[in-house]
């Protein structure tokens, strides 16, 4: 099912791993409900426990202030359904062991990886 329906795919990755990165750690679900919190009079106490500092600011720009401070762009979704092996590297479509929960911060930076690599290979083979 994982090679012809990357949504069941993903389904099941989120039954596994409930939204947490394997690689930094990042609970993204637990994420996602504080920035939906901030918009609500709870939103200092929330502040303070994610930054360790009280914004100074009303409830819509303390959630822009929060998706600057985690990155740009800011995702549809906080994760990602990543290949442990790169497919574009010779990785084989497989089953969900050889696929794993990022954080779309992680993600980023292993597609930026992998690009590097991609080029480097390019680059050899061209001289």
Not at 10 to 20: F, Q, S
Not at 92 to 113: I, K
Request: aromatic residues 8%; proline residues 5%; glycine residues 10%.
């Amino acid at each position: 099912m994982v090679r012809h329906s990357p949504g069941w795919a993903r389904y099941k990755l989120w039954e596994r791993d409930k939204g947490a990165c394997l690689r930094c750690g990042l609970d993204t679900q637990e994420l996602e409900a504080a920035i939906r919190e901030l918009r609500f009079p709870g939103e200092r106490i929330l502040w303070r426990k994610l930054r360790g500092a009280e914004p100074t600011f009303g409830s819509w720009e303390s959630v822009s202030a929060l998706i600057r401070a985690l990155g740009s762009p800011w995702p549809d979704s906080l994760w990602e359904c990543h290949h442990r092996h790169a497919l574009a590297e010779g990785g084989e479509p497989c089953g969900l062991d050889g696929l794993e929960t990022l954080c779309w911060r992680c993600h980023v930076a292993e597609t930026r990886a992998l690009a590097a690599r991609r080029a480097e290979a390019r680059k050899a083979a061209g001289k």
